[in-house]
Structure formats: C-alpha cells, structure tokens
C-alpha cells in the first residue's frame, strides 16, 4: 500500500501511487512543535513557519507564491504540538517544482530581518485576534489547565511577551537545531513514483548531516480533582471547554475511543447533539473532539450555551457522559458509530492531500503508518464493552478540567455542583 524509504542521514521518505490522477500532494514534515518549546520561547516554532515563506537563496517570497499558485497549485503550512508541516497539493506535471521549493524553504531559508519584525506585528495580530474570538480562546483556557506550567498547556501561537522578546539569533538558531535529518519526513500522496519522489529527496536533503531525534519533556498529570476556570466576558452566549486527561497516540483502546467520540458528540444523530441542542434547545454548537499526543490526550467537549442556561446544559451533558459509563450503547447505536468512523476516514483518503497528512502525521509521530485494511480490521476488532472501558478510564473527577467563557460570576456555585455528578 505504501513505499517507505530512509536516506543515509536518516530522513524519511512515504510516497502512495494514485496514478488514476492528474495531482500529487507533498509534506514536509519536521519533528518540532510547541512542545519542543520552553517558556522562555514560547511561539518560536509557528514564528519560524511564517517566517519560511518571506524568502530563500533561491526563491524570493513572491516568487515561492508565484511558481505555486501560476502552475495552479496551493503552498500551505501549520504548527502544531508536536510537529510542523510545510505542504503543496499541484497538477503532477508540476511535482518537481513543488519539491524544489518546499526543500529551499527548510534547507535555506533566509530569516531576513526586516520580515522578522513585520512577521513580528502580523502574530502579535493573530495572538490579539484568537482571544477576541471566546470559541477559540477557550481551548487555550481548557488546555493551561490540563497541563499547568507546561509546554503542551501553553498555546502553539505563544504569548506576546515571548513573541516580542525573541530575536533573529533565536529564530536562527532554532530552525538550524530543530530542522535536521533524523526529524524530517517527506510524505507524498497522488501521481508520482516512490523512486522520483526518493531522487528528489536525495537531490536536496543529502546535504543534512546526520542528526538526533528532537526531544521533548514528557507530561506531567498530578490532578486528583475537578478544574474550573472561568473567564468573565460579555458574550452573548457562554462558551464551554470540558476536558478529560485521555489515551496517548498509540493506546490500545485508540479506536474504542473514537468510537466513543463519535456515538457522543462526533455528528447530528450522537447523543449530545440530541439531548441538548435537538430535545433541549440549550445550544446552537455542541460536539466532541480528541486529541492525542506521545505520551498523553485529550477528549473534550465544547459548547456554546444560552447565557441564562448553563448549567442545565451542564446537567444534562454530565448525565450523557455518566450513562455511558454505566451502560453498554446498544447494537445499533453501535453499528452505525462504526460505519461512520470507517466511512469517514474512507472518504477522506480519496482526497491526496488528506491521505498525505494522515500518512505524514502517523509516520512522523509515531514511526509507522497502518494500511487502510488494517484499520479495519482494528476498528471491527473494537466491542461494546470496550467503549465502556475507555468512557469509565477517561470520565471521572480526577481527569476532568473545564473553562467558561461568558457572563459568569467566578464563584458560581452551580458550575462547581455539576462538576462533582461523576
């Protein structure tokens, strides 16, 4: 199903052939992220994404853009926990022109320092704009309190103090640190071969002497009780984040927990969806998410609620979640959970840019990447009394963390009753 290869130095190449197509998608995917961050540089990562598009030694900043989009193709990146991603989907003809300019960006990119300091305004910008926006501020509230004083609970963005303090020196010398061999894969999905993708790699990467693994400090979970944290706002609705300590990447009960995720708050027929906003009309938004990292995770769910209804959402989410601790989902609750995961994920592999990001991530985090096959048969391998399993692991008092967003007084009484039902 896939080709794989590992050059000399130690990158990684995954090519998948789909040469019914006339396009090719491409990572380049580099081991570092918020999380290889301290406090003191907190940003620096998603600060050097930017910055790798203002220009190299060989492409000027229009010119990357130009040789991109003039060919009809789309040049992309983002920063995450764990990783970084610099990414172009363009018409096959055009493959070795993407390559050309996806690898100048990572081998030689110029940091000039006027960019550094317009780049500079454009994130403290983008810090401003994400906290003016409580749906999206309150993840960042939601995750400083699932991990305190760590890198995984401080946003990937970072804070405008660290923002403002790191200079061209810092930026350089991270990316010379951090962009090395052993940390870069290069994923490739749509119309190409796995030996022209290998030669272009080879070809640009050579260069890079061998290098260790980025590392980064493992997460520390000492919580032995609910956490509530509210942020008083005038909205006119109270954004909700409730989050429960989880599975990492790789854990047994990974696909029980998706499952679980979608049987909750994964699309409009789960529960969640049904109790509060269909039956209960206390919410416009509801719905779960997981995320997973290393070495940990994180099941959460958001809400955007009716000022004056709070915390009768909140009953009636905790009730959802306490049921399904209790009892097994029935037959064809289950049923139609599964064929959902599966026809979602079948769904998006048909797309050479989603099939690169799953093949680039899985490779890059966690060193191998399952056939779809496989997946499969892992899913249909999952039982009832597994999804069970991983609710009554996750759902207690000790995992759970929540952060408001709204007209909320922070001593709310009722907040802190429901917190405790599990």
């Not at 130690?10 to 090719?24: A, D, E, H, W």
């Not at 991109?68 to 926990?81: D, K, P, R």
């Not at 022109?97 to 300091?117: A, R, Y």
């Not at 191998?368 to 692991?393: F, G, H, M, P, W």
Request: include cysteine; hydrophobic fraction near 40%; glycine fraction near 6%.
């Amino acid at each position: 199903m896939y080709n794989k290869s590992t050059l000399n130095n130690g990158v990684r190449v995954i090519t998948k052939r789909i040469s019914q197509l006339q396009s090719v998608s491409v990572g380049i995917w580099i081991k570092a992220g918020g999380r290889h961050e301290e406090a003191g540089n907190k940003g620096i990562s998603h600060y050097i994404e930017h910055l790798l598009f203002k220009g190299t030694q060989n492409y000027s900043c229009s010119k990357i853009k130009e040789s991109i989009e003039g060919v009809g193709g789309s040049l992309n990146a983002f920063t995450a926990e764990e990783v970084t991603c610099y990414l172009v989907k363009l018409p096959s003809k055009h493959f070795s022109t993407g390559m050309d300019i996806l690898s100048d960006m990572i081998i030689n990119p110029l940091l000039p320092s006027d960019e550094v300091e317009k780049e500079r305004t454009v994130i403290l910008e983008e810090i401003k704009m994400y906290k003016d926006l409580p749906q999206s501020y309150v993840y960042e509230l939601l995750d400083e309190s699932l991990w305190p004083r760590q890198p995984l609970g401080m946003g990937v963005i970072g804070f405008s103090e660290t923002v403002k303090a790191l200079t061209r020196n810092d930026l350089y010398d991270y990316q010379k640190k951090h962009y090395t061999a052993s940390n870069i894969v290069v994923s490739a999905v749509g119309n190409c071969t796995h030996t022209d993708v290998v030669k272009r790699v080879k070809k640009s990467f050579s260069v890079l002497p061998q290098s260790l693994p980025n590392l980064f400090v493992p997460v520390v979970e000492k919580q032995s009780s609910p956490l509530l944290t509210i942020l008083e706002k005038d909205t006119e609705q109270t954004h909700m984040a409730l989050g429960f300590h989880s599975f990492h990447r790789d854990h047994e009960l990974r696909h029980a927990l998706g499952l679980l995720h979608v049987i909750l708050g994964g699309n409009m027929s789960s529960r969640l969806f049904n109790e509060v906003r269909e039956k209960g009309g206390l919410a416009y938004e509801i719905g779960t998410q997981v995320k997973r990292y290393h070495d940990t995770g994180a099941f959460i769910v958001h809400a955007g609620i009716d000022n004056t209804k709070v915390c009768q959402a909140m009953q009636l989410i905790f009730q959802e979640l306490s049921r399904i601790t209790g009892e097994l989902v029935s037959q064809d609750e289950f049923k139609r959970a599964k064929e959902f995961y599966l026809g979602q994920l079948i769904m998006a592999l048909e797309d050479t840019m989603d099939y690169m990001l799953w093949m680039g991530e899985s490779l890059t985090c966690s060193g191998s990447v399952y056939t779809l096959a496989e997946i499969i048969k892992q899913v249909n391998a999952v039982t009832r009394d597994d999804i069970r399993i991983a609710a009554k692991q996750i759902f207690c008092d000790a995992k759970l963390s929540a952060a408001f967003i709204g007209p909320l007084k922070k001593e709310e009484s009722c907040l802190k009753d429901v917190l405790h039902i599990l």
